[in-house]
């Protein structure tokens, strides 16, 4: 397996889509920036999200000009242009992806975005009172 890490900015903004056996697949390109100067390019990823981590409630904050860190199996897809030359670009299958930065300087998420989320972070445990416990100590200390 060969793992391409890099970090990158969203050129649009992510889609995800359902294969015909209903497995989540969602899909965007990343730039990323190659060389520094006059000899700066930038080359740019597409990249796919596979399975449970497409439905994770990430793909709202996928959003053109976002911020990534993207690791992931890479491979080299050749093909010909309309005007017959060979030609390659690289696919990841993202593996692991990080929100590195907003969309520009002072933006924040979309609140719908966050509202489509936020049973993500409430847990059981953490909607319910805590317990108290008796740990067969009296409580009421002299100071």
């Keep these: 397996m060969n793992i ?11 889609d995800i889509r359902y294969t015909a056996s209903g497995i989540p697949v969602a899909c965007f390109t990343a730039a990323n920036d190659i060389g520094f100067g006059d000899k700066k390019r930038t080359q740019w990823v597409k990249c796919t999200i596979w399975g449970k981590l497409a439905e994770s409630g990430v793909i709202p904050y996928l959003t053109k000009g976002r911020e990534v860190a993207i690791s992931g199996e890479v491979t080299l897809d050749e093909y010909t242009a309309r005007d017959g030359t060979n ?16 969309k520009g300087a002072n933006s924040t998420p979309k609140e719908e975005a966050f509202e489509n989320t936020k049973d993500l972070w409430e847990t059981p445990a953490a909607a319910a009172k805590p317990s108290t416990v008796s740990n067969g100590f009296d409580d009421e200390l002299p100071f």
């Design 4 to 14: 391409f890490t890099f970090t990158g900015r969203l050129g649009k903004d992510a």
């Design 87 to 102: 030609k390659a670009s690289l696919s990841v299958r993202v593996v692991d992806l990080t929100l590195i930065g907003a």
